[in-house]
Every structure is written in C-alpha cells, then in structure tokens.
C-alpha cells in the first residue's frame, strides 16, 4: 500500500513539474521553448477562425506577435516544424496591396495592430527568414516597407494635429480616433529605425528622428526622467499625457534606438543616451526588487491576474525586444541578458498547468498561478527563445545570433514604393466658396422663396374664395 501511494505521489508530481531552466544549460532553454511553443501552436490551431490563416479569434494585432516569436524560435532553436504555418499566416494577412492593411480588417484596427505585423515581418528579413516564394517579387522587407509607407501618409494628413504623430485608431467610430499613445508611435519609430539599419536608406533615418522628437518634445515621453506615459488625448492637444505603465511603450522606444545607436556608430548622443535612460527605468519600473530584480513583471495587472488578452502579450514583446537590443548595442547585454535569463527561470516555474506545462502570467510567483491560454504560452516562448542570445555571447552552438541587413547577408526583397493605402479617416474636402457661388445661392434662394410665396397666396385664395 505504501509503495503504491509513493508511486501516485511520484506520477502528480510529474505531472505538475515546472520547466526546469538551468542558467548555464542551453538546452534547459530550448526545452522549454519547445513545450511553449507546442501549447502555443495547439490553441492557435484549434481556434474558430481556423479557415483564415493567421486570424486569431477575437483579436487581429495578436498574430503579428505570434509569428515574431515562432521566428525567433526557428531562428535560435533551428527547429523549422512551424515555419510552413508562419509564412502562411505572415503572407495571407499582408493583403492586396503588401502592407498589412487586409480588407478583412479596413475600418476595424489601429495604427498599433498594423505596425506589429509589420515588426514580424522585420525580423523575419532580419533574422533570414526565407521568403514566401509565392509572394513574386515582394519580400518580408518588402511588406515592412509598404506598412511603413502607409504610416508615413497618416502622419503626413494629421500633422497639424497636437504637431504631429500618429493616432491610435485610423476612424471617428473606434475608441482611440481622439488620442495619440506611446505605441503607435513607438513601434512607428522602431521600424523606420530597423528599416534604416537594413537598407542604409536615409528616408527611414529622417523619419526615426522625425518621430523621436515628436516624441520626446510631446508628454508622452520625458527625456529628462524617462518615464513614457501610455496615452494623450487630442482635445488636450496631447498635453496631458497619462494611464498605466507598460513595457511595450519603453521597448518599442528602447529597440529603436538601439538599431540607431548601431547605425550611427555611436556618434550621435542621443541614442546611447535615449537607450541608457530607457533601460534604467525599465529595470527600475518592471523588474521589482521584493521579486528578486530579475524577473520581469507587468505591474499594471500582473498582481492582481487582471491582465486582458493585449496586456499578457507584452512582456513577451520586450524580451523578444531585449535579444535584439544586447545584439546590436553589445554594451548593454551586461545588464540585458541577467534579466531575460532571470525572467525565463521564473516563467519557467510557472509552467505547471494541466497535463501539459500550461504557463501562467506570474512569472515571479515561482508557482502555476491559475491562468492559461496562447497569450501566457507566447509570452513564456518568447522569453524562453529569447534567452537563447545568452549562449550566442558564449559561442556555444546554435543558431547564428545575428540580425543580419543588406550589408552583411539580408537577402529578403524590398519594395521601398510599396503600401500607402491609408485608412485613415478624412474629412470631405469641401470646395472653397467663391463670389460666383455666393451669387448663384443667392439666385437660387429668391427662386424658392418665390416659388413658396406663389404657393401660400394659391392656398390662401383657396381657402377664401374656393
């Protein structure tokens, strides 16, 4: 009886054992890439909306996310079972005009779901993703650049707008139309900087710096404490900027100046400075001491397991953010790899769930904390692939560290004239009101005038006189 109740104490036990992830052990890393990955791809293939590649149910910008980290997963694992679903996913949703604005989505998403796509595509070019042979002669970088292109028009038409910058929703009926966010803008940035780190174009550096000073000169972003605040409403002319904390606004900033950092040799300040400053308050910010200050935490809903669907994608937004950021601004990954490291042993222990190490949102809590679904499992992928960029460092074997541009082996094919298909709302634009057009309104309204007149004189008569 007794050796009967160890073995079911042992079986319970294996059921709900954590990814292991041994700091200095590579493999522990790939391990439980593998196991999030495989959770990940299970509920992706098992959502209603299956018929369409690359939708997920109920929400569109998440797939854009998604596929970033399968990339990353190929890229440092060099396990190719998913790429097939990949660039299916990443080619159906670039639509008819190759930049990420699908007529299945035109009128219903924001500058944000459009620009992580466009992000997905970008590292796909980065990291030698091959192209989709079907796609002619557009290629990830192609896409990247159409998307861009669409930015660059909506930004052109609302300039005079709180002086610039992009809204958050393209339409008046979308919650956001009447605000500016960190996001939008900081994504914007992040991709004409890697646009301009890839091609060398200085069309992709003007706007990077275009959208960095907005940024910095607006409320949204302080230069001086480097707080970035998440929202700012136009009818304040973006004054007042404000709401939660999030670690996708300071990554997006912080990965765009990094790729400009690199650019530039280091030459212009800024961008060291810009990096350095956004990095100290994000390790100050998300990765609180009383959890070992090493494990990153979304602390505007990571607490009270009150993150939404968008909320519990960001933390694996900034790793995958993180890897590129020690890569391509090396001096920083003394700092940058003790927290991806430490962040993915925490995910690691929080991956208990069910029969299959379902991961929960806590990364810190060292437990299965009650929650699951695909956003908890490509959170925990991209923090799990991520950390791979440890062992690029120590030259062990893997996958090539890279990212790689058009000067040192990028081979994706661009299409720098591609996209500019807005979709933002614009007002009618009424012609403007000339003395001719005065005088025939005039003409027109004593023609009606008269004509009313001659018809209550008729109906006077007729009550009279009929």
């Known amino acids: 009886m007794a050796s009967r109740l160890i073995c079911q104490l042992l079986w319970l036990t294996s059921l709900t054992a954590a990814l292991t992830i041994i700091e200095n052990d590579r493999e522990s890393f790939v391990t439980a890439a593998k196991s999030a990955a495989s959770n990940a791809v299970?509920?992706?293939?098992?959502?209603?909306?299956k018929n369409e590649p690359g939708k997920f149910d109920g929400t569109w910008w998440e797939g854009g996310a998604f596929f970033t980290f399968l990339i990353n997963y190929w890229h440092w694992t060099g396990d190719e079972q998913y790429n097939d679903l990949v660039t299916e996913g990443l080619s159906?949703?670039?639509?008819?005009?190759?930049?990420?604005?699908?007529?299945?989505?035109?009128?219903?998403?924001?500058?944000?779901d459009q620009e992580f796509w466009a992000l997905a595509a970008m590292t796909a070019a980065e990291q030698r993703f091959p192209d989709n042979p079907k796609s002619g002669t557009v290629g990830w970088l192609g896409l990247a650049q159409g998307a861009h292109n669409?930015?660059?028009?909506?930004?052109?038409?609302?300039?005079?707008?709180?002086?610039?910058?992009?809204?958050?929703?393209?339409?008046?009926?979308?919650?956001?139309?009447?605000?500016?966010?960190?996001?939008?803008?900081?994504?914007?940035?992040?991709l004409a900087a890697r646009l301009y780190w890839y091609t060398g174009n200085d069309t992709y550096s003007k706007w990077a710096n275009t959208v960095w000073d907005w940024s910095v000169q607006s409320t949204l972003f302080n230069n001086?404490?480097?707080?970035?605040?998440?929202?700012?409403?136009?009818?304040?002319?973006c004054d007042?900027?404000?709401?939660?904390?999030?670690?996708?606004?300071?990554?997006?900033?912080?990965?765009?100046?990094?790729?400009?950092?690199?650019?530039?040799?280091?030459?212009?300040?800024?961008?060291?400075?810009?990096?350095?400053?956004?990095?100290?308050m994000t390790w100050s910010t998300f990765f609180p001491e009383k959890y070992g200050g090493n494990v990153m935490s979304e602390i505007a809903c990571d607490p009270w397991l009150k993150c939404d669907r968008d909320q519990l994608c960001f933390k694996g937004l900034m790793a995958d953010w993180f890897s590129k950021i020690a890569l391509v601004a090396p001096y920083t990954s003394g700092e940058v790899i003790p927290k991806l490291k430490g962040s993915a042993v925490g995910a690691g222990q929080s991956c208990t769930g069910g029969t299959n190490n379902q991961?929960?949102?806590?990364?810190?809590?060292?437990?299965?904390?009650?929650?699951?679904?695909?956003?908890?499992?490509?959170?925990?992928?991209?923090?799990?692939?991520?950390?791979?960029?440890?062992?690029?460092?120590?030259?062990?074997?893997?996958g090539t560290a890279g990212?790689?541009?058009?000067?040192?082996?990028?081979?994706?094919?661009?299409?720098?004239?591609?996209?500019?298909?807005?979709?933002?709302?614009?007002?009618?634009?009424?012609?403007?009101?000339?003395?001719?057009?005065?005088?025939?309104?005039?003409?027109?309204?004593?023609?009606?005038?008269?004509?009313?007149?001659?018809?209550?004189?008729?109906?006077?008569?007729g009550e009279f006189f009929g």
Do not use: H
């Open 42 to 49: 299970d509920y992706y293939n098992n959502r209603q909306s």
């Open 92 to 112: 159906y949703q670039a639509g008819s005009n190759n930049d990420f604005y699908p007529s299945s989505v035109q009128g219903t998403i924001g500058n944000d």
């Open 150 to 190: 669409d930015f660059v028009e909506r930004w052109a038409y609302d300039k005079e707008t709180c002086g610039g910058g992009l809204r958050w929703q393209l339409v008046p009926t979308l919650n956001g139309y009447t605000a500016k966010n960190s996001i939008s803008n900081g994504a914007f940035f992040q």
């Open 224 to 237: 001086q404490t480097w707080k970035i605040e998440d929202i700012a409403q136009i009818a304040d002319n």
């Open 240 to 280: 007042n900027g404000g709401g939660n904390q999030y670690t996708y606004n300071y990554g997006s900033y912080a990965a765009g100046a990094a790729y400009m950092y690199n650019k530039t040799d280091g030459k212009e300040p800024k961008w060291k400075e810009g990096l350095d400053g956004i990095l100290q």
């Open 359 to 398: 991961c929960g949102q806590q990364w810190y809590s060292k437990k299965w904390d009650g929650t699951k679904g695909i956003e908890q499992e490509m959170s925990a992928l991209s923090v799990f692939s991520n950390s791979l960029v440890a062992f690029a460092y120590q030259g062990n074997k893997g």
């Open 403 to 461: 990212p790689v541009n058009s000067d040192d082996g990028g081979n994706s094919t661009g299409n720098p004239s591609g996209g500019g298909t807005s979709g933002e709302y614009k007002a009618p634009d009424f012609k403007k009101i000339t003395g001719g057009d005065r005088a025939g309104a005039a003409i027109v309204t004593l023609i009606f005038a008269g004509a009313w007149l001659a018809m209550v004189v008729w109906l006077l008569r």
